[in-house]
């Protein structure tokens, strides 16, 4: 093998972070838009979240390339399922999708870290974390990414939920309002912001409740 070709590799990691939060009847989702490789900015506006389905978005870190196929495939398997069932998926279903899909690759995985945020069929929040061969577990927040191990310990902090090991089982939502959510999910990308750099330029904000989806950005800083 060539010299020049000896440290190929079929990934890259565009970077990135991505946040959820999930209320008694409203979900968050976030994430920055800020898409990189090494020290590289390639453009300061890219969006990593996808609608999936009214009641469903996913928010994906990692590289973007694996994420635009995965997002592809999810979308396509989601018309096929409303064709047959004359609905759409609600979002504990899409969860199971998803973890499917990914699963499926598991030998020649998607680089890709999502985090699924939406509302259940009882209008709850819910929010579902992956790993990137389809592992998935449902939780009160959850955060993805280059940035992720700065925002976690934060979010563990102010919100963390009871452990699933106590009976009865608690519902894994947070106590927050809608509005305090959205408050520290800006909190969480701006001090991410400082200490990570495929971290910045602004946070997309997806609010998702009763009445609707409604977007919020807010400007990070740019260096």
């Not at 959850?142 to 310990?153: D, E, K, R, W």
Request: proline share 4%; charged share 20%; aromatic share 10%.
């Amino acid at each position: 093998m060539p010299k020049e070709h000896a440290n190929w590799s079929p990934y890259d990691n565009n970077g990135g972070t991505c946040v959820a939060i999930a209320g008694a009847d409203y979900c968050v989702i976030a994430a920055d838009t800020r898409m990189s490789t090494g020290y590289s900015i390639l453009t300061r506006d890219y969006s990593k979240i996808c609608k999936l389905a009214d009641k469903s978005f996913m928010a994906s870190s990692g590289f973007q390339a694996d994420v635009k196929a995965l997002q592809k495939v999810l979308s396509s398997r989601h018309l096929i399922y409303q064709h047959q069932h004359n609905k759409q998926m609600s979002c504990p279903a899409m969860a199971q999708l998803l973890s499917n899909t990914l699963y499926y690759k598991r030998f020649f995985p998607y680089y890709a870290f999502n985090v699924l945020g939406g509302l259940d069929s009882e209008g709850k929040g819910c929010v579902f974390t992956y790993d990137a061969v389809g592992s998935y577990e449902r939780v009160g927040y959850s955060a993805q990414g280059s940035g992720a191990t700065l925002i976690t310990p934060f979010l563990d902090n102010q919100l963390k939920s009871p452990s699933p090991l106590l009976l009865p089982a608690k519902d894994a939502v947070t106590p927050l309002s809608e509005a305090e959510a959205v408050d520290l999910v800006k909190t969480c990308f701006s001090s991410a912001t400082e200490r990570d750099i495929y971290t910045g330029d602004s946070v997309e904000i997806i609010i998702l409740n009763a009445s609707g989806v409604r977007h919020e950005s807010e400007q990070l800083r740019k260096d």
